[in-house]
């Protein structure tokens, strides 16, 4: 039932007759493979509906973010060597030491699909835990530069949140607030014409699930979004997150160009790098509007031939 749901959901996010979609599905389904259920999932919904988004519409290029502070690894499994699908999970890593233990930045998938996996896998456990901060610059650097090059005709979005701050160690232990998930719903929006589909996976305190899927779904009526603090958006990522930052840059700027240029705002903050990018966008105006003028030179009228004087 839950695959049907995110599946009609999708359907007509993509037909054009809405826009985009919310699917309130239990239980989640990212952790399924393909005959092995664990971690609370049995079916996986986001991958069956983009496997139907194939073959019964013939969709070219799907677009997976999955923002469950749990690795995917059912996701990933289902279109490791499929380019057609980008898979692109932000999660706690540990370097392997945080459940399923999948999900390695150096898993980047195989054959025709390798480069089309993409693990921004956090490690450095919670000193300090992943917050706002680490997530804006995240998006910032990693997932929209990818994404926007990808190019994708429709986005599905795995949309737990057990990274949402009340959840225990054991349960995810980062600290993201709720709104910060309505910001990240209004970036993806700006993909493949709006057609959007978030499906609720894991999440463990209900407090946390209403507040985190009120703010996506504002975002999806395109209501407008309670501000962000001022603090987070001054706020630097934590040292771990930048090196987790800039090691999934480095295995994946052999795939995606985008990634040679963004390298060098991973510690930066919100304000910081869009203070960055507008310096930048003048400077290419203003070197482009730059011209020298160079006066072609005036054409010399044809000499008349001179009058012959008559001969004395």
């Keep these: 039932m839950a695959t049907k749901y995110v599946f009609c ?7 054009c007759h809405l826009q985009n979609g919310f699917a309130v599905v239990r239980p989640p389904g990212h952790h ?8 609370f999932c049995y079916f996986n919904s986001v991958a069956v509906a983009a496997k139907l988004l194939q073959q019964r519409l013939s969709v070219s290029k799907i677009l997976i ?70 997530y804006l610059a995240a998006f910032r ?44 719903t209004k970036q993806l929006m700006g993909l493949a014409g709006g057609r959007i589909v978030l499906a609720l996976e894991g999440g463990h305190d209900l407090t946390a699930i209403c507040d985190a899927s009120e703010a996506c779904v504002s975002a999806l009526l395109g209501n407008e979004l309670d501000p962000l603090p001022e603090k987070v958006l001054q706020q630097r990522p934590n040292a771990n997150a930048v090196r987790s930052m800039e090691k ?23 304000i910081e790098a869009q203070t960055c ?19 072609p030179a005036e054409k010399r009228p044809d000499e008349e031939p001179m009058e012959e004087e008559p001969p004395l």
């Design 32 to 39: 399924a493979e393909e005959s092995t259920p664990m971690g």
């Design 277 to 295: 990018e507008n310096e930048e966008a003048e400077t290419v105006t203003a070197m482009a509007s730059l011209s020298v003028g160079v006066k």
């Design 65 to 134: 973010v999955d923002w469950d502070v749990h690795h995917g690894n059912g996701t990933q499994q289902a279109f490791y060597s499929d380019p057609s699908v980008l898979y692109v999970s932000l999660h706690r890593y540990d370097d392997g030491n945080f459940f399923p233990g999948s999900g390695a930045p150096d898993e980047v998938g195989t054959g025709p699909g390798v480069g089309f996996n993409v693990n921004m896998a956090f490690t450095g456990g919670l000193d300090p835990p992943m917050g706002d901060a680490e």
């Design 9 to 15: 959901r999708s359907l007509p996010a993509v037909w």
């Design 248 to 270: 999934v840059m480095e295995i994946h700027s052999k795939y995606w160009r985008c990634l040679q240029r963004a390298t060098s705002t991973a510690g930066r903050s919100l």
């Design 141 to 184: 650097t990693v997932v929209m530069p990818i994404a926007s090059e990808f190019a994708p005709d429709v986005v599905l979005v795995s949309s737990g949140f057990d990274a949402v701050e009340g959840h225990p160690t054991p349960l995810g232990g980062y600290n993201l607030s709720a709104r910060c998930f309505g910001y990240l």
